[in-house]
C-alpha cells in the first residue's frame, strides 16, 4: 500500500514538475465574448497536451492597464497578453500601419483583409522583438464620440480628447486635426468623461458600450476614423517554456479561438451601435467633402511617423494591398 502511495505521489509531483504554466492579462471583462472564447481556449489547450500546458488568463484589467502587462512580461511576472494600438506599436510599429487614420474608412472587411495578408510580415517583427504572435483580432472600426455635436473634421478644433499616453500614432492624428490631447490611463476615460477632465474619446463601439463610456457621452461621428487590431502574444521566453511537441497544437488552438473572437466582434460591434442609437446617442454625420480632408491629414500623419513608428517597408507594402 506505502509502495503504491509513493508511486502515484511521484507521478502526481512528477506531472506538476514538467507542466508549464503561461499566465496572460487581458482587459476584457468577465462574461463579454471575449473571455468565453478564451477560457474555452484555456481548456482545450489543457486538454490537447495532457494538462502539460496551461492557460491562466487574468481578465478585467487585473493585471493593470496593457502598458502594465508588457512590463510584468518583461520582468518575468506574466507571460503574454491581448494589446492593442500603443502597446501594440510598442512591441512592433509597423503593426500600426492598419490603424492609419483615414485608410479604410467604413469598409471594415477590406481591413480586416489586409491584415491578413501582412500577417507574416508582422509576425516576423514580434519574433524579431521577443513574441510569438498567436492570433490577430480584429477590434473594428474606431469611432469618434463626444458630449458635444462636432458636424465636420473642422469643428473638432479645440475638444479636449483622451488619448492614451505615449500613443505616437493618436498623438499625430490629434495635433493635425487640432484636438486637444488629454493623456489618460484607458481605467480613467469614464469617470473624466464625467466630471469634465475630456469632452471626447474614441474606439471601436464594442469598446465604446464595454467600457460605459455610451452613458457619459451624447454624440457618435458615422464616420470612422481608423481602423483597430489587437494581437494575442506570448513571449518568446514563454513560448520555449512549451514542450516542442506541443507547440504546433497550442498555436492552431490559440488561433482558432482568437479568431472566433475576432467572428462575434463583427456582430458585437453592429449591435453596440444599435445599442447606443436605442439609449439616445444622436448619430451625426460629415459631409462627403472631408473625406478628401481626411485623406489630406493621413499623409501629414505618415510623413510625421514614417521610419519612426512604422518603417517605410511596412508602408511600401500595406500600399500594394490598397
Known amino acids: 500500500m506505502f509502495k503504491s502511495l509513493f508511486v502515484l505521489g511521484a507521478f502526481l509531483f512528477t506531472t506538476q514538475l514538467f507542466a508549464v504554466t503561461l499566465k496572460f492579462g487581458v482587459l476584457a471583462p468577465e462574461g463579454t465574448n471575449w ?20 492557460y491562466k488568463i487574468y481578465f478585467g484589467g487585473s493585471q493593470g492597464d496593457e502598458h502594465d502587462v508588457l512590463r510584468k512580461i518583461r520582468v518575468g511576472q ?35 483583409s489586409t491584415v491578413q495578408k501582412m500577417a507574416g510580415f508582422f509576425n516576423k517583427g514580434f519574433l524579431k522583438n521577443e513574441f510569438t504572435n498567436l492570433g490577430f483580432s480584429e477590434l473594428g472600426l474606431v469611432y469618434f464620440v463626444s458630449q458635444k455635436e462636432t458636424p465636420n473634421i473642422k469643428s473638432l478644433n479645440g475638444v479636449k480628447i483622451w488619448s492614451w499616453e505615449g500613443d505616437k500614432l493618436v498623438s499625430s492624428m490629434i495635433e493635425e486635426m487640432k484636438l486637444v490631447s488629454i493623456p489618460l490611463p484607458l481605467p480613467d476615460v469614464l469617470s473624466s468623461l464625467s466630471t469634465g477632465i475630456i469632452e471626447a474619446a474614441y474606439a471601436p463601439p464594442l469598446g465604446i458600450v464595454s467600457l460605459q463610456w455610451n452613458t457619459k457621452i451624447k454624440y457618435l ?21 512549451i514542450p516542442a511537441k ?27 451601435l444599435e445599442s447606443m442609437k436605442q439609449l439616445g446617442v444622436k448619430f451625426s454625420k460629415f459631409p462627403d ?12 500623419i505618415i510623413k510625421r511617423l514614417e521610419g519612426k513608428l512604422f518603417s517605410s517597408e511596412a508602408l511600401k507594402l500595406l500600399k500594394t494591398h490598397l
Open 78 to 112: 506574466l507571460h503574454g497578453g491581448m494589446f492593442t494600438g500603443k502597446t501594440l506599436g510598442d512591441i512592433n510599429g509597423d503593426v500600426r500601419v492598419v490603424e492609419l487614420p483615414f485608410t479604410f474608412l467604413h469598409d471594415r472587411a477590406k481591413a480586416w
Open 221 to 241: 461621428v458615422d464616420f470612422p476614423i481608423a481602423y483597430s487590431v489587437g494581437a494575442f502574444l506570448l513571449s518568446n521566453k514563454g513560448w520555449k517554456k
Open 289 to 300: 467633402s472631408d473625406v478628401q480632408t481626411g485623406k489630406a491629414l493621413r499623409e501629414k
Open 35 to 54: 473571455a468565453k472564447q478564451m477560457k474555452k481556449m484555456a481548456k482545450e489547450v489543457k486538454k490537447a497536451t495532457d494538462g502539460k500546458v496551461k
Open 246 to 272: 506541443y507547440q504546433d497544437v497550442v498555436k492552431k488552438i490559440s488561433e482558432k479561438y482568437i479568431a472566433k473572437v475576432s467572428e462575434a466582434n463583427i456582430s458585437d460591434n453592429e449591435a453596440a
